[in-house]
């Protein structure tokens, strides 16, 4: 397993996938925080905060996931390689998580260059460390959950396709129904009370939960359960495979 993890990793970074992701990522998050006016302006807002990391990074994410993942197991059935991964000595699901784990790896790595970001807000503040510490680390673990979510299900939509441009549709499709399709349900009232329970189907009930700095067990469940969901759904497509 893990040797399979490191090739994934290798394959990231030895062409230039790993690198246009981080870059694009660091590049928008960077444009609205710092350069476009407006209330995401963290210069115009006057307040010392990291809210526009947070807003922006889960629409950005739902793209560049998607973009990372379209080729897990959709490259590998293309050119008939996963037959041969599967004749390895390694269990389906070990094949899958080796997988997963380089996928949210390559996500931590986009994350690690924002705390200059941090750092920067920090030393703004007025008095210099004038921000919200824990709140910032709350948003952060809500935003590695969400983006772990986004990763599973890409790997997902790269198991039922061959052709990596469908699997990024299916992929950016699912994760934006799951983080404001359920959302945007929630808020028309069509169903009373069961609203809010809709509401709680979706990631953004959970995340914004997050990134309020309040660590609740129900929303790190969610994201759990979330994430194993899509994982076992990806292991029984390769499974079927073999019927």
């Known amino acids: 397993m893990f040797a399979l993890y490191k090739k994934e990793i290798r394959s990231f970074l030895s062409s230039l996938i790993g690198y246009i992701v ?13 350069i476009f006016p407006g209330d995401n302006n963290v210069l115009d807002m006057g307040y010392a905060d990291l809210n526009t990391l947070f807003f ?11 973009a990372i993942t379209m080729r897990m197991f959709a490259e590998e059935k293309r050119t008939g390689t996963l037959e041969i991964i599967f004749t390895k000595p390694i269990a389906d699901l070990h ?14 790595l986009t994350l690690l260059p924002t705390l200059v970001y941090f750092y920067t807000v920090y030393v ?9 510490t824990g709140g910032t680390l709350g948003s952060y673990i809500g935003l590695l959950l969400l983006a772990a979510c986004y990763v599973a299900i890409g790997l997902f939509a790269s198991s039922i396709s061959s052709n990596q441009i469908v699997s990024f ?21 069509l169903l009373g009370p069961a609203d809010h329970i809709i509401k709680q189907l979706g ?23 979330l994430i194993t969901i899509f994982v076992v759904l990806t292991k029984t497509v390769l499974n079927s495979r073999k019927w």
């Open 22 to 34: 981080i870059a694009v990522f660091l590049l928008v998050i960077g444009l609205f925080m710092w």
């Open 56 to 66: 922006i990074a889960p629409w950005v994410f739902m793209f560049l996931i998607p």
């Open 95 to 108: 094949i899958v998580l080796a997988k997963y784990f380089a996928g949210v790896t390559l996500v931590v």
């Open 124 to 132: 703004l503040g007025s008095p210099p460390g004038n921000i919200d």
């Open 169 to 189: 549709l299916i992929a950016a499709m699912f994760s934006f129904f799951m983080y404001a399709g359920f959302a945007s349900l929630g808020e028309y009232n």
């Open 203 to 225: 990631i953004a009930e959970h995340y914004d939960s997050i990134s309020r700095g309040v660590l609740d067990s129900r929303d790190v469940v969610y994201f759990i359960a």
